[in-house]
């Protein structure tokens, strides 16, 4: 069962601090009635204590399941001894025993928050019990807790199952919208996105290293005008099966546009890493696709390694795809690496050093 945070929901603060503060309220005037011995001069002053203690307390930690179950099962602890103490028990303890309640409701998940209510309810009955107060009136407040309890859990429930399906949707929503609806590998947006991931790890951990290849299709073209788009559309999801068979774990394949992909290989030692994923590449291209009769693709890939000069991801997918040109104009079916004197222009090498070292463009 998944757990389900309290609506507005990660900072219950101010609500719990309210019904801390009703319930300690309704404790002290209780005590007016009664001489008040040293233990429940004892547990006023704790009972403030833990209320500024909800002041400070980080909010990541409100709702920790250790702190729900200390708050409410101490603040039980401090009402059970009232409740066995001269007097009668009064109409107070059932507004106060309903106000615990609604602390363990802020329990970070369904089976917490059960648990935390029969405590409760077991601890009233054993309080009664002990006191021999089990008359008419104060067994009325049996059912009517029991009935809250089964009220917020059913509503908990609702709201849990809500909550899920939104998240459920929106899931789908993005995974959808990052991912190239032909071939249902991620597109150009996701692909970025991942290469930016990788330099920011990178940018943490000096030996991490990884590699950006940008493929283009050579051949594709005439497949396309000979056989028509379905065909060429055939090729494309073909190509992307083979790219994933290519990848190690932990990399990623993604379709930049047209009959343009791009692979992100994470964690190489060098260059040579990189080399033997495009070797695998050439080779698992040039096996033959079968869209009514066989054709055959190549590839032209450019090898970009993470350095310092890449900025952003655009910088290590361009120098990628100034090296895929490259390695078409020498003949195509091959791949390159990127050289950054001979495939930027001059004037861009020269801002990203500017860059690199501080000095304004």
């Not at 429940?40 to 399941?65: H, K, N």
């Not at 597109?187 to 943490?204: H, M």
């Not at 073209?221 to 190690?248: E, M, S, W, Y």
């Not at 047209?258 to 994470?266: C, Q, S």
């Amino acid at each position: 069962m998944q757990s389900l945070r309290p609506v507005e929901n990660r900072t219950p603060r101010g609500y719990l601090l309210l019904l801390h503060v009703i319930f300690c309220s309704f404790y002290i005037y209780q005590l007016q009635s009664v001489p008040v011995t040293l233990v429940e001069r004892a547990s006023i002053v704790g009972l403030a204590i833990l209320t500024l203690f909800l002041l400070t307390l980080p909010q990541t930690q409100l709702v920790e399941p250790w702190f729900m179950a200390s708050l409410t099962l101490g603040d039980s602890a401090v009402l059970f001894s009232a409740l066995q103490s001269d007097g009668h028990p009064g109409a107070w303890s059932n507004y106060a025993l309903t106000l615990l309640l609604a602390m363990a409701c802020y329990a970070a998940s369904i089976h917490q928050m059960i648990v935390l209510s029969v405590l409760l309810v077991i601890g009233y009955g054993f309080s009664l019990h002990h006191s021999r107060w089990l008359d008419t009136e104060t067994l009325l407040i049996f059912p009517a807790l029991l009935s809250l309890v089964l009220v917020l859990l059913s509503k908990t429930r609702y709201a849990q199952e809500e909550v899920q399906r939104i998240a459920d949707t929106e899931a789908q929503v993005r995974q959808e919208s990052m991912s190239d609806a032909l071939t249902g590998i991620p597109n150009r947006a996701q692909f970025v996105e991942r290469v930016t991931r990788s330099l920011l790890c990178a940018r943490q951990n000096r030996e991490f290293q990884f590699a950006v290849l940008f493929i283009d299709l050579d051949g594709f073209k005439p497949i396309n005008d000979k056989f028509g788009h379905k065909a060429g559309d055939a090729v494309l999801q073909h190509t992307a099966k083979r790219l994933q068979a290519c990848l190690r774990k932990g990399d990623s394949v993604g379709r930049y546009g047209g009959d343009e992909f791009t692979l992100l290989i994470n964690n190489v030692s060098g260059p040579s890493d990189t080399i033997r994923v495009a070797e695998r590449v050439l080779n698992k291209l040039k096996e033959p696709i079968h869209v009514g009769e066989d054709v055959h693709v190549g590839a032209s890939i450019g090898i970009a390694l993470s350095t310092n000069l890449h900025q952003g991801a655009e910088d290590l997918i361009r120098d990628a795809d100034s090296a895929m040109y490259r390695a078409k104009g020498e003949g195509k079916n091959r791949f390159a690496m990127s050289d950054q004197a001979l495939d930027l222009p001059k004037g861009e090498l020269k801002q990203r050093w500017k860059k690199l070292i501080g000095v304004p463009g």
